[in-house]
């Protein structure tokens, strides 16, 4: 089994979207935007890094097979005015198949619900772990990976949301210092929101 120590952290580029895209969707199962498929999701990340803002990293281990992936941006509303408008063809085709039907009305009441306030710019997005590859602390290196950038451009906090029914997720942002914020029906279900102050 490969060791954290085998482990190296690099910007994600063009050429690791379709395995992370297929990792997103194995590893985050419960997520409404993972059921939307892996051409949606390889959509998703696409338009993200071609944003400023994005700030991406993989985990590789010595066969240069991603372990796992973070993403997070310096600036959330910049992020979705980019994101939102190119993937609406994807999340369309994504919505009209079978499985995309009985998800359309999740989505539709999204222009409904609450923002999280107050406004916080820098997010981590996503975070997600091979789970061949758990319990190597993957997911701290690639956190610490996000927290360098961020510092480096002078962010000194962020956030990230979280299903509340994760309780795993939730003790994994608290050993890192997350502090919960507060709590708000995102897509019909609970999602705890987490800050954390970063150290620069």
């Known amino acids: 089994m490969t060791g954290a120590t085998d482990l190296a952290v690099r910007p994600m580029i063009a050429a690791d979207i379709v395995e992370v895209a297929a990792m997103q969707q194995d590893v985050l ?17 696409a338009a993200a890094l071609d944003h400023r803002s994005t700030r991406a990293f993989v985990a590789t281990d010595e066969h ?15 992020f979705n005015a980019h994101v939102k408008p190119r993937v ?4 369309v085709r994504s919505l009209l198949t079978p499985r995309g039907l009985a998800l359309g009305w999740r989505f539709a ?8 306030q107050p406004h916080v710019p820098a997010e981590l997005l ?4 091979d789970r061949r590859h758990r319990r190597q602390r ?10 360098s950038e961020l510092a480096r451009e002078r962010v000194h906090f962020y956030r990230v949301a979280v ?5 795993g997720a939730r003790a994994f942002y608290s050993a890192l210092g ?4 507060r709590e708000l029906l995102i897509l019909g279900k609970p999602m705890t929101y987490l800050t954390k102050h970063v150290s620069t």
Do not use: C, N
């Open 138 to 147: 993957i997911g701290h290196r690639l956190v610490a990976a996000l927290e």
């Open 163 to 167: 299903r509340s029914q994760l309780e």
């Open 29 to 45: 199962e419960g997520s409404v935007v993972s059921a939307l498929g892996p051409r949606f999701l390889a959509r998703f990340h």
């Open 88 to 91: 609406l063809p994807a999340l």
């Open 64 to 78: 240069s097979a991603i372990s796992g992936f973070v993403v997070g941006t310096l600036d959330v509303s910049q």
């Open 126 to 129: 996503l975070l997600a772990v």
């Open 109 to 116: 009441r999204t222009l409904f619900e609450p923002e999280p």
């Open 178 to 181: 997350f502090e919960r914020e």
